[in-house]
């Protein structure tokens, strides 16, 4: 077996603006990955894509106090830093970014980042008020000290990619996003920190979900465009799962997310529903994702398969 290359671990966001301010000189292109770690074959989907196609990848692994509300999961989130590490040093990630809450943010930070308009004031930002300026503030910090030729997202967070793909143009950030494919279990599911939380029984209900989204997927390849029919389908399945509460089910623009009564390629269907105290959100892209295959817990094993077209 050959030994895993020992990744460098930086701790503060002066650590990595040297480390990736050394690496830019040396002429070398650099792809960040920003998460909040517990990583998970969605998170190495978005890893092995930055380690492949830039000269050094680094990580970032920080549970960001300022995206959770006050009654929102922080101090149960999952963390599992040294597993984190050692997986992304197994797929080649040259430097992990691991500050405290402290070093990202100091007793006196008074900035703020707001993302304004009607992008951040629906679905998600409606559900979770102040989420998105922490995302974005989080995002700006990582970006800053990084300088990243290319940074890192996952399409399960539709509407984040939609906030971080304004953020970049309007701050001149010069960093190419680069969006990747849900990553989804065996079962459908799509991959989340927060599966955790769910019992067995939660989750066979909460695969109305993929199941709902596949069925929308199908009626659009069937050539439905009308956004009320195609989300009446993903409601339909929804609204037969036990314990789940649906927040919204959603047919928007990829880039602005405002509602579109007509879909055509690229429109996606957004879901955020709560099982117990567990949410969960997921999303799909009309005529380039596959309905996800959706097979009951313990059906098949569980592999974490991406599911496009592309
Ligand atoms: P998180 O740690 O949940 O903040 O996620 C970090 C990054 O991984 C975000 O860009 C997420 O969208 C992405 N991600 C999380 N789950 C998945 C998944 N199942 N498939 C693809 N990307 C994901």
Same mark, same amino acid.
């Given at each position: ?9 930086? %701790?503060? #966001? @002066?650590? $990595?603006?040297?480390?990736? &301010?050394?690496?830019?000189?040396? *002429?070398?292109?650099?792809?960040? !990955? +920003? ?5 998970h074959a969605g ?32 101090? %149960?989130? #999952? @963390?599992? $830093?040294?597993?984190?590490? &050692?997986?992304?040093?197994?797929? *080649?990630?040259?430097?992990?970014? !691991? +500050? ?62 939609? !906030? ?19 990553v989804r279990d065996g079962d459908g599911l799509a991959l989340s920190?927060?599966n ?7 989750r066979?209900?909460?695969l109305?979900?993929p ?81 996800p295959?959706?097979t009951?817990v313990?059906?098949g094993e569980r592999t974490g398969t ?5």
């Open positions: 077996m050959t030994p895993t290359t020992p990744l460098e671990m930086l %701790r503060t #966001p @002066r650590e $990595l603006q040297r480390w990736s &301010e050394r690496r830019r000189a040396a *002429g070398l292109t650099v792809g960040l !990955v +920003p998460t909040m770690g517990a990583l998170h190495l989907s978005l890893i092995r894509r930055a380690v492949a196609e830039c000269d050094r990848a680094v990580v970032s692994i920080f549970v960001n106090p300022a995206q959770f509300g006050p009654h929102e999961d922080l101090g %149960r989130y #999952p @963390r599992r $830093l040294e597993s984190d590490v &050692e997986m992304s040093a197994k797929v *080649g990630v040259a430097a992990a970014f !691991v +500050p405290s809450a402290q070093a990202m943010y100091a007793v006196h930070a008074s900035t703020t980042i707001h993302v304004g308009g009607r992008l951040t004031a629906v679905l998600e930002g409606a559900a979770r008020p102040g989420h998105f300026d922490g995302v974005a503030l989080v995002v700006a910090k990582l970006l800053i000290a990084s300088r990243p030729d290319r940074v890192y997202f996952g399409q399960k967070d539709a509407q984040q990619c939609a !906030v971080v793909a304004r953020l970049l143009d309007d701050l001149d950030f010069g960093s190419r996003l680069v969006i990747c494919p849900v920190s927060r955790a939380f769910l019992s067995g029984p939660q066979s209900q909460a109305a979900i199941r709902g989204l596949g069925a929308a997927l199908r009626l659009f390849s069937q050539g439905e465009r009308g956004s009320d029919q195609l989300a009446a389908a993903v409601t339909d399945e929804l609204s037969r799962a036990v314990g789940l509460d649906v927040d919204y089910v959603a047919v928007v623009d990829p880039a602005d997310f405002e509602p579109v009564a007509q879909a055509g390629v690229k429109t996606q269907i957004v879901v955020a529903a709560k099982m117990a105290e567990t949410r969960l959100i997921d999303a799909v892209r009309l005529g380039v994702d596959v309905p295959l959706v009951s313990g059906e991406a599911g496009a077209l592309e």
